[in-house]
């Protein structure tokens, strides 16, 4: 499988993956009833568990054109060294990004956020 794809899949896993942190955390905090159930009673999320959530709700927001740029190198028979580095700043950009918004380090997670951006930047090179 090209790293592009496969860069693109673990994207996805830790898209799923960034759940946890901040179910547990509301389950810690306010209970599995709360975790559990709708959520329209939880006080809004403070701390590493709002942080959590938010860094959950960037990479879902990340991951939705990074997804459309792989698939649109990939119909267009562009996959060469760009993207294949881009692909890997992008993954591996936002592994860390989220670790650093969990644990929160303000200006570092912007700056690995930027890097991220610029992964995505090497397939817009490489698809025009």
């Not at 294949?84 to 690995?112: D, K």
Request: aromatic content about 10%.
């Amino acid at each position: 499988m090209p790293i592009e794809l496969t860069m693109l899949a673990l994207s996805a896993v830790l898209c799923v993956v960034l759940v946890l942190p901040y179910t547990n955390g509301i389950t810690l905090k306010y209970g599995v009833g709360a975790a559990a159930g709708n959520r329209e009673d939880v006080p809004p999320l403070t701390g590493w568990i709002g942080r959590s959530r938010r860094a959950h709700a960037n990479m879902v927001e990340n991951l939705i054109p990074f997804t459309a740029l792989v698939l649109t190198a990939q119909a267009a028979g562009k996959f060469g060294a760009l993207t294949a580095l881009g692909a890997q700043l992008f993954f591996y950009a936002r592994l860390v990004h989220a670790a650093v918004y969990i644990v929160g380090i303000p200006y570092l997670r912007t700056l690995v956020w930027i890097v991220s951006v610029v992964g995505m930047a090497l397939f817009v090179v490489a698809i025009f």
